[in-house]
């Protein structure tokens, strides 16, 4: 086994990208630090071996495309995305540099930048006729981001982290996003750049105290000492998606059981008051998400708040009327049933 800060060898790049070599192209996400260098240095070197070995058989492996997003919020980024682009020359990758115009918000930035990050990746995807994007998520970060929703509430798909694969945000699964770093400590990145003597830059707003994952992710060290370290936490998140993935048969099941008939547009949805009483609590928080988010027309519905109703609805010893997201829901007799809400008077 490798030691936490020994590059990675050319057999562990080969597995990294194992099963995309039928793939006719990738966008590699590239910002310059060195998690992505890694990932753009890594990918060169797993596409030339593979070329090689296809040559034999007058075939090519996918093309990459490196793609640096310049968010415009740093007078640094594009110094950053120019060494990119000539490392990746040297590597024998194209690279594309794409910036997020307009107007930036004054709160919720880091948000806001992850978004717009992700969709003009999704755009230079689309142009490129490609559907499959890398990115260099490690295992440090999946540890941020446990602890992050963890601060935030978040129930337990949150807390089982990022997938290794996953629709791109916002796109509707049509794009998809792979990590194929998600297991390697970011020590491991480094050494293998410092093993290639290759370069890379430091974003401050890593360290920067006003954001919440900068704050957090000073504490990983205190934690780590204490037991709780990346793997660890990487871990739990292991440990949750396969209870989530385990509580979704059971709703799907406990869907089929009390409203088997399609589910139409805007409702009404209607459950058996008793039988749905009779579920498991998490399976019953879920199904009624599911009623309200299909009924509603104001999106995701809070988990706090469907919470709130859900224990409503159990201590409920009477009729009970209540709106969540654009959804009506109603207890009366042996009915539970969930409708669009009527429209608000102005």
Not at 130 to 139: E, N, Y
Not at 186 to 198: C, D, G, P, S, V
Not at 245 to 259: E, G, H, N, S
Not at 275 to 296: C, D, F, K, Q, T
């Amino acid at each position: 086994m490798a030691t936490a800060d020994e590059a990675v060898s050319e057999a562990e790049a080969r597995a990294l990208f194992r099963g995309l070599e039928g793939l006719s192209g990738l966008i590699l996400a590239v910002s310059g630090g060195p998690d992505s260098t890694a990932l753009l240095v890594l990918a060169a070197r797993w596409a030339k071996e593979l070329n090689k070995e296809l040559k034999q058989r007058s075939r090519r492996g996918p093309k990459l495309i490196a793609v640096t997003v310049d968010h415009g919020l740093r007078a640094a980024a594009r110094r950053e995305a120019a060494a990119v682009k000539r490392l990746a020359r040297r590597l024998g990758v194209p690279h594309r540099t794409v910036r997020w115009r307009g107007k930036k918000p004054k709160t919720g930035l880091q948000e806001a930048a992850r978004l717009a990050r992700y969709r003009l990746l999704a755009e230079a995807a689309a142009r490129a006729g490609l559907a499959q994007i890398l990115t260099a998520h490690t295992l440090d970060d999946q540890a941020e981001t446990v602890l992050f929703r963890l601060a935030r509430g978040s129930g337990l798909v949150g807390l089982g982290g990022m997938a290794r694969v996953a629709p791109l945000p916002g796109r509707g699964g049509d794009i998809v996003l792979l990590r194929p770093l998600l297991h390697l400590p970011k020590a491991r990145l480094i050494a293998t750049l410092e093993a290639a003597r290759i370069g890379y830059s430091e974003d401050p707003t890593n360290r920067d105290p006003r954001f919440t994952r900068a704050r957090l992710r000073t504490l990983l060290p205190a934690l780590a000492r204490e037991g709780l370290d990346a793997r660890g936490l990487a871990r739990l998140a292991r440990r949750l998606r396969r209870a989530e993935a385990t509580i979704a048969v059971a709703v799907d099941a406990a869907r089929a059981a009390l409203a088997p008939l399609p589910w139409r547009a805007r409702g009404p949805i209607v459950f058996d008051t008793a039988r749905y009483a009779g579920l498991p609590a998490e399976v019953g928080l879920r199904l009624l998400g599911e009623a309200i988010a299909h009924s509603g027309d104001e999106g995701p519905v809070e988990l706090a708040k469907l919470e709130a109703l859900y224990e409503a609805l159990a201590a409920a010893r009477t009729a009970l009327r209540r709106t969540l997201a654009g959804a009506l829901i109603t207890l009366a007799g042996d009915r539970l049933t969930i409708e669009r809400a009527p429209a608000r008077r102005k």
